[in-house]
């Protein structure tokens, strides 16, 4: 999906979640691992894969491990 423009909050909530599964295995990584490298659980994980909601200072941990925090940052360029 690229136009989130009609997407609810909860299609929105998946989508991350079903991109962010995508990048981890591309980068060889289990939930177990991720999560250790993170500091976060297995579960919060796995909840965030599965498009549940988290804190951005999870998302966060996540974006930086997999080096995604570029893109993030783009979100909140001003000018």
Same mark, same amino acid.
């Given at each position: 999906?690229?136009?989130? &423009?009609? %997407? @609810? #909050?909860? #299609?929105? &909530? #998946?989508?991350?979640?079903?991109?962010?599964?995508?990048?981890? &295995?591309?980068?060889?990584?289990? =939930?177990?691992? %991720?999560? $250790? #490298?993170?500091? %976060?659980?297995?579960?919060? +994980?796995? %909840? +965030? $894969? =599965?498009?549940?909601?988290? @804190?951005?200072?999870? &998302?966060?941990?996540?974006? +930086?491990?997999?080096?995604?925090?570029? $893109?993030? $940052?783009?979100?909140?360029? +001003?000018?």
């Amino acid at each position: 999906m690229d136009n989130w &423009l009609f %997407l @609810t #909050e909860q #299609e929105m &909530l #998946e989508e991350i979640g079903i991109r962010l599964k995508k990048i981890r &295995l591309q980068h060889n990584l289990t =939930q177990k691992d %991720l999560s $250790e #490298e993170v500091g %976060l659980s297995v579960s919060t +994980i796995s %909840l +965030i $894969e =599965q498009g549940k909601s988290t @804190t951005v200072e999870s &998302l966060i941990r996540i974006l +930086i491990r997999l080096n995604r925090i570029k $893109e993030f $940052e783009s979100v909140f360029k +001003i000018g």
